[in-house]
């Protein structure tokens, strides 16, 4: 059953926030986000510091790609107002891992995992900030994408292969999330 659909969305003070057809983006301070989004049967609009989804006859699918821009929306303005932190740890129990940040290169190094020669690489986004301390590291962005998508490249470096993963349960592992525990 088709219906109207309007969603608004409150824009925080010291964020500008742009719409230019398919692209919006946010901006606060040095800090910018942009996101292409698919406008079709919705239409976006910003009045009176509100950004308004509106759709006249929508359908179910529709009606959650409008609840997904908004989530998508609200993210980018959460996260210029608070940075998004993801926590990982690493864990070994046969060999001693030890872990190199290369800002430089955005890379992180991971030597001697399960006793390897060669070191394993994790790259990370130019916009995430990582920091380790000790056995812990820490992601940072005011982009929610990129620290989750440089969080996933460190736990994915650790992935073990052709071995028995009850037994050899060395890695990375992510263990907070933005807005939840794990």
Do not use: C, W
């Not at 991971?110 to 995430?128: D, M, T």
């Not at 994915?156 to 890695?171: H, P, S, V």
Request: positive net charge.
């Amino acid at each position: 059953m088709k219906e109207e659909i309007t969603e608004t969305i409150e824009i925080p003070e010291g964020i500008e926030f742009k719409i230019d057809g398919s692209r919006i983006s946010a901006k606060s301070g040095d800090k910018s986000i942009t996101k292409k989004i698919d406008l079709k049967n919705f239409s976006i609009k910003m009045e009176n510091g509100k950004i308004i989804l509106h759709a006249k006859k929508a359908t179910r699918s529709e009606s959650r790609i409008i609840h997904t821009i908004k989530a998508h929306i609200n993210n980018m303005l959460n996260g210029l107002s608070n940075e998004f932190e993801y926590e990982l740890e690493v864990a070994y129990s046969h060999f001693p891992v030890s872990i190199e940040l290369d800002n430089s290169n955005h890379k992180l190094i991971i030597k001697n995992f399960l006793g390897e020669k060669k070191n394993r690489v994790a790259k990370l986004l130019p916009e995430s900030d990582v920091s380790v301390k000790g056995n812990i590291i820490f992601v940072k962005s005011y982009n929610k994408e990129v620290a989750g998508q440089t969080a996933a490249n460190i736990e994915k470096a650790t992935q073990i292969k052709n071995r028995d993963r009850r037994k050899f349960q060395d890695g990375i592992y992510i263990t907070q999330k933005p807005g939840r525990e794990i």
